[in-house]
């Protein structure tokens, strides 16, 4: 640190400038600074958020909470957002750790989709009736995801009464379906942990 000072001797002067006080933004270079990034702040108005469903998937698990709160906002825009990720998306992005909000959350998503008879009891859940014979595989491929994330037998325990009733139906759904032997195995975890 001694060897970067300059060991030349404080004229008056500066001994005089470094005395008067300085407070707020208002002094020296700072202030100038600042004010050149103000001004351009207001010319160009505040930065536009980008609404409706994210168009590329997310690279973390922060953008996704991100995107998911923010830019979706309907059952449908939030299964739209699901979809483009897939369940080994959600699996990567979360094998350290999900919300216990976001899970239940994401359960009421995938009802709403797949139990679109009580479609009526989830908010925002206007989903055209597409589905196929593929549906309980696509549900035991997300549910399987799902129990995949981080510290996933604890945030199953702190789902909801509503969430953890969805939950099991959904798990319902894919077991009473006519092939329900080759998704038992995907949503065995799933059902475990929702079973308590």
């Not at 549910?143 to 702190?158: E, I, K, M, P, V």
Request: with cysteine; hydrophobic share 40%.
């Amino acid at each position: 640190m001694v060897a970067c000072a300059s060991l030349t001797p404080v004229s008056s002067k500066e001994l005089m400038t470094l005395r008067e006080s300085k407070r707020g933004w208002a002094h020296g270079g700072t202030a100038r600074a600042h004010a050149g990034r103000s001004t351009q702040r207001r010319k160009g108005g505040k930065r536009k958020m980008q609404v409706g469903v994210p168009t590329h998937p997310p690279k973390t698990s922060m953008e996704f909470s991100r995107d998911w709160r923010r830019r979706c906002r309907t059952a449908v825009e939030r299964w739209q957002y699901l979809e483009l990720i897939g369940p080994a998306g959600v699996a990567r992005l979360f094998q350290f750790d999900m919300e216990a909000t976001l899970l239940g959350e994401i359960v009421e998503v995938l009802f709403a989709k797949f139990c679109s008879a009580e479609v009526s009891e989830c908010a925002g859940g206007d989903f055209p009736v597409e589905l196929d014979g593929d549906e309980p595989l696509l549900i035991a491929g997300w549910l399987d995801a799902l129990s995949r994330s981080g510290r996933f037998g604890l945030n199953a325990s702190l789902l909801s009464a509503a969430e953890g009733d969805h939950a099991r139906r959904l798990v319902e759904k894919v077991e009473a379906a006519e092939d329900s032997a080759s998704c038992a195995d995907l949503v065995q975890e799933f059902r475990g942990a929702i079973k308590t």
